[in-house]
Antibody, heavy 118, light 108 residues
Framework: EVQLVESGGGLIQPGGSLRLSCAVS????????MSWVRQAPGKGLEWVSV???????NYADSVRGRFTTSRDTSKNTLYLEMNSLRVEDTAVYYC????????????WGQGSLVTVSS | EIVMTQSPATLSVSPGERATLSCRAS??????LAWYQQKSGQAPRLLIY???KRATDIPARFSGSGSGTEFTLTISSLQSEDFAVYYC??????????FGGGTKVEIK
């Protein structure tokens, strides 16, 4: 069974750093495009980043230079390192897997809440 | 960046009735469009990809249509479990991947 389980969220002050993890089971994380998608409270979905199967990455303009996506194939886990956090980064962060026939998302984690507040 | 616009923002429908949700892209995305359902407090769930293909285990009452800039998600006979927020998502031209603002389907 395919499962994505996020962890690492919490309350952090503006300017702080946090690392989210997404533990993957049921497939190998390095064989798929894997993304982070976030949702601010009461708002819609916003794509954040992708790590391609080959290992390169891409980011939304709103987080480029502050967030880093990586993976550890030995742990079959995806990461999102978030630095210089801002109040507007407050959101539920989901990891999501690409569907294989295009860059849509066929499997999502349950989400991890990040609250940036003083 | 491709802007996705969904309408209406809220749709009030009685159980058993048909619901028609619209999604418009600011430029052609061919058929590289997906639809998701999100219930309160849950992660989104893939319903439709490639504009009209149902994802695994999605009931036949959900159907998608359209190409280019105009797309429709139809729920033929609303069940109680279908009341949720629905998002469209283009994956033709990226980064960035972009989503519509959502349509909330509520009980009339």
């Amino acid at each position: 069974e395919v499962q994505l389980v996020e962890s690492g969220g919490g309350l952090i002050q503006p300017g702080g750093s946090l690392r989210l993890s997404c533990a993957v089971s049921g497939f190998t994380v390095s064989t798929k495009y894997m993304s982070w998608v976030r949702q601010a409270p009461g708002k819609g979905l916003e794509w954040v980043s992708v790590i391609y199967a080959a290992g390169s990455t891409n980011y939304a303009d709103s987080v480029r230079g502050r967030f880093t996506t990586s993976r550890d194939t030995s742990k079959n886990t995806l990461y999102l390192e978030m630095n210089s956090l801002r109040v507007e980064d407050t959101a539920v962060y989901y990891c999501a897997r690409d569907g294989g026939y295009g860059f849509y998302f066929d499997c999502w984690g349950q989400g991890s809440l990040v609250t940036v507040s003083s | 960046e491709i802007v996705m616009t969904q309408s209406p923002a809220t749709l009030s429908v009685s159980p058993g009735e048909r619901a028609t949700l619209s999604c418009r892209a600011s430029q052609s995305v061919m058929t590289n469009l997906a639809w998701y359902q999100q219930k309160s407090g849950q992660a989104p769930r893939l319903l439709i990809y490639s504009a009209s293909k149902r994802a695994t285990d999605i009931p036949a009452r959900f159907s998608g249509s359209g190409s280019g800039t105009e797309f429709t998600l139809t729920i033929s006979s609303l069940q109680s479990e279908d009341f949720a927020v629905y998002y469209c998502h283009q994956y033709d031209n990226w980064p960035p991947l972009t989503f519509g603002g959502g349509t909330k389907v509520e009980i009339k």
